[in-house]
């Protein structure tokens, strides 16, 4: 008998499948992990990736958080040199912070540090945004360093919104100090005839015409004002004046306001004190007081105002006007000296203020700001002077004005805010 040993066709085949598909199984399983560490590594890299943008964007908050502390004196007389509140704290002088606040899913920790710069306000923030990335834990850290420049509200002897239009009398514009310690381009504080080349006029979207006459300074120009004239401009014309003129806003004073006091049809303010005013008697202000009124009359035209004090202890006017026009004459009294800085005189027209007139033939001394008004210039002969700042709306010359722009303005006046000059990234850290 015959024994056969071959085994049956069909087994063979059925572990030869078998072992295919094993193979096959194992491929795929190979593969899907691949796909899933795949998966999984793109999702660490994302996150990694939204953690890094997001450290930066915190690092970021931390700036912001910054110069809303630096702006938070806007328009302070004095201005705001101590950052110290708002639980800034100082660590040593001029050094403020370092403050750390939470944000969702991480930090920032922000530190300002001021200085003055060519008599100049100047701030270096550095902030850290500190974010953790999902699942892992880890900690990643980005470091910005932004310089943020003090830009005054009065930074050139004239500045406009729109027109310009000297009709053939357009000013001499220059420049002066009156804190200048060695009495060189001023007279104890007062005006001495110097004339300096800051004495820069700018137009921020109209046309301005110098005629014959001096510019000593710079002629700021937007991109769509124009000029014409054949006079000298001492500095450079610029094309790119892009610049903010914030509405003046009226002050919170912190036990409300009073009514002006008035003795014999005159305000004589003998205290200082945020006062109303509803009419336009003579104003007088005794040595060192410093005296804010708000303005309610919508024909606002004082026969006289003065400031007394002298040179060492000068009262001041803080004055602002709601709504209306604003006659204002030259501000020496019998055609006597000013005896003070245009510091102790500002004069604010708030959005319903329209219209603005000097007249008179004496010199005004102040800083005028009034950006929805039209200002207009009267009065008769060569000799009217503004020694000081005017920002308005627009100018309307019928008479010859000289602009003798106050330097100290810059860095004694009212700050327009802080504002970023550049932005650097600093080296940042992560770990795992």
């Given at each position: 008998m015959k024994t056969n040993t071959h085994r049956p066709q069909k087994t063979q085949r059925g572990g030869a499948m078998?072992?295919?598909?094993?193979?096959?199984?194992?491929?795929?399983?190979?593969?899907?992990?691949?796909?899933?560490?795949?998966?999984y590594d793109q999702n660490q890299l994302a996150n990694r990736?939204?953690?890094?943008?997001?450290?930066?964007?915190?690092?970021?908050?931390?700036?912001?958080?910054?110069?809303?502390?630096?702006n938070s004196g806007i328009n302070l007389i004095p201005i705001k040199t101590n950052f110290s509140d708002n639980g800034?704290?100082?660590?040593?002088?001029?050094?403020?912070?370092?403050?750390?606040?939470?944000?969702?899913?991480?930090?920032?920790?922000?530190?300002?540090?001021?200085?003055?710069?060519?008599?100049?306000?100047?701030?270096?923030?550095t902030s850290q945004g500190s974010m953790t990335v999902p699942v892992t834990g880890?900690?990643?850290?980005?470091?910005?360093?932004?310089?943020?420049?003090?830009?005054?509200?009065?930074?050139?002897?004239?500045?406009?919104?729109s027109n310009i239009n000297g009709g053939g009398t357009f000013p001499v514009?220059?420049?002066?100090?009156?804190?200048?310690t060695n009495n060189i381009e001023d007279n104890n504080g007062l005006y001495n005839g110097y004339s300096g080349t800051n004495g820069s006029i700018a137009?921020?979207?109209?046309?301005?015409?110098?005629?014959?006459?001096?510019?000593k300074g710079n002629l700021y120009l937007g991109p769509n004002a124009t000029y014409n004239g054949s006079g000298d401009i001492y500095g450079t014309v610029y094309y790119d004046y892009n610049v903010d003129f914030p509405n003046a806003t009226l002050p919170t004073p912190p036990l409300g306001w009073v009514p002006a006091p008035?003795?014999?049809?005159?305000?004589?303010?003998?205290?200082?004190?945020?006062?109303?005013?509803?009419?336009?008697?003579?104003?007088?202000?005794?040595?060192?007081?410093?005296?804010t009124l708000d303005i309610k009359t919508t024909s606002f035209s004082p026969t006289s105002i003065t400031i007394n004090g002298g040179m060492t202890n000068a009262g001041t006017i803080i004055m602002y006007q709601e709504s209306g026009s604003a006659t204002i004459g030259g501000n020496s009294t019998s055609g006597g000296t000013v005896n003070y800085r245009p510091e102790n005189f500002y004069y604010y027209g708030l959005p319903g203020v329209n219209s603005v007139t000097l007249s008179g033939t004496s010199v005004y001394v102040g800083a005028l700001y009034a950006p929805q008004?039209?200002?207009?210039?009267?009065?008769?002969?060569?000799?009217?002077?503004?020694?000081?700042?005017?920002?308005?709306?627009?100018?309307?010359?019928?008479?010859?004005?000289?602009?003798?722009?106050?330097?100290?303005?810059?860095?004694?006046g009212p700050m327009k805010g802080y504002v970023p000059v550049s932005w650097q990234e600093l080296a940042g850290s992560a770990s795992p």
């Open positions: 078998l072992i295919a598909v094993l193979i096959f199984s194992l491929t795929l399983g190979a593969a899907l992990g691949s796909y899933l560490v795949l998966v990736s939204e953690t890094w943008n997001g450290a930066l964007a915190a690092a970021e908050a931390g700036v912001e958080d910054a110069l809303a502390q630096l800034w704290g100082s660590l040593s002088l001029n050094d403020y912070g370092p403050l750390t606040r939470s944000l969702a899913g991480g930090s920032y920790t922000v530190s300002i540090s001021t200085a003055m710069v060519s008599n100049l306000q100047e701030a270096t923030i880890g900690q990643i850290s980005r470091s910005v360093q932004v310089m943020a420049r003090y830009f005054p509200l009065f930074n050139v002897a004239l500045g406009a919104v514009s220059d420049s002066w100090n009156s804190h200048d137009s921020e979207q109209g046309f301005v015409s110098i005629g014959n006459e001096t510019v008035s003795t014999q049809d005159v305000h004589d303010f003998t205290v200082s004190g945020y006062y109303i005013v509803n009419d336009s008697e003579p104003i007088v202000i005794e040595p060192g007081v410093i005296a008004a039209v200002l207009t210039l009267n009065g008769g002969g060569n000799a009217n002077n503004l020694e000081g700042s005017a920002i308005v709306n627009s100018v309307k010359m019928n008479a010859h004005y000289d602009f003798h722009y106050d330097e100290s303005l810059a860095w004694l």
